[in-house]
């Protein structure tokens, strides 16, 4: 307990940190000058700057829970059949050793572990770089068990809400509809996937954190929009480590290649 106090200790005290669920869709996104990157642009220009960047990304699955706590996280390029100019993207921004062992200690030691392999996949960098482009906040991420239930995830979120209130801004990156295997080249929004996202906007917008976390309850529509639902937990993690008395704001709610939501959420 001492050790979690000092840690605490030497964070500067701050209001709660802005908590954001991004729609990070192509990783592309990173370095096309479109709506999307450039909402992210300003949205860090408006940001207070925080004394470190938690984030929970699609792309981390594992079998048990991780953070990353290495001093120097790599960038990593875990994509296929993109520009040589995307893959020569880096986001060398340092890492948080001391925030990691805080998340650590904030839960069983046994429940969250260390890693020192993965670094800063493309859900997270793709959209930290454009939103923070100087590259001098530290950031750190929390892997996705995979085999756990949504309601894990959740649960897991809320014991480690009060990260906020440690100068730590957190980011669920993913998509509300994410199906690669239906999308639309012709940028048509199939009538399943509007469906989906807006249902899941408007329990967002009623603070029904119960029904989203219950998402597969929709059977047939959930599937549609999430085949594996990788890209929707992050959603469920912010929700998480929202706060009661905190209301969502919508930013860039449209589409890409029809079957991809953007939809994404800040609540300060």
């Known amino acids: 307990m001492k050790e979690l106090t ?15 669920f991004v729609g990070h869709g192509s990783p592309a996104n990173a370095i096309e000058d479109n709506v999307f990157n450039r909402k992210w642009a300003e949205i860090g220009k408006q940001m207070p700057r925080p004394q470190a960047i938690l984030c929970i990304s699609a792309h981390w699955l594992t079998s048990g829970t991780f953070v990353t706590a290495m001093e120097k996280p790599r960038t990593i390029h875990d994509f296929s059949g993109f520009s040589d100019e995307l893959f ?4 060398s921004v340092p890492g948080s050793p001391e925030m990691a062992e805080f998340v650590q200690q904030m839960q069983p030691k046994d429940l969250i572990r260390p890693n020192f392999d993965w670094g800063l996949d493309h859900g997270t960098w ?6 923070f482009p100087m590259a001098d906040i530290p950031v750190f991420q ?7 239930p949504p309601e894990f995830h959740f649960e897991l979120a809320r014991q480690l809400a009060k990260l906020r209130e440690k100068g730590v801004m957190v980011i669920g990156s993913g998509n509300i509809v994410h199906n690669l295997r239906l999308l639309q080249f012709n940028e048509q929004i199939p009538e399943w996937a509007s469906d989906f996202d807006t249902k899941i906007a408007n329990w967002i917008e009623t603070n029904d954190a119960q029904s989203v976390v219950n998402f ?18 992050p959603l469920i993690y912010a929700l998480g480590f929202k706060s009661k008395d905190e209301f969502p704001e919508f930013f860039n709610t449209g589409f890409q290649l029809g079957s991809i939501s953007m939809r994404s959420v800040i609540w300060k």
């Open 6 to 20: 000092k840690l605490t200790d030497s964070l500067i005290p701050s209001e709660r940190m802005p908590l954001l």
């Open 88 to 91: 020569r993207q880096q986001y």
């Open 126 to 131: 793709s959209v930290l770089k454009p939103m």
């Open 142 to 148: 929390l892997s996705i068990d995979y085999s756990k």
């Open 216 to 233: 597969q309850k929709m059977g047939s529509l959930a599937k549609m929009a999430h085949p594996s639902y990788d890209h929707f937990l």
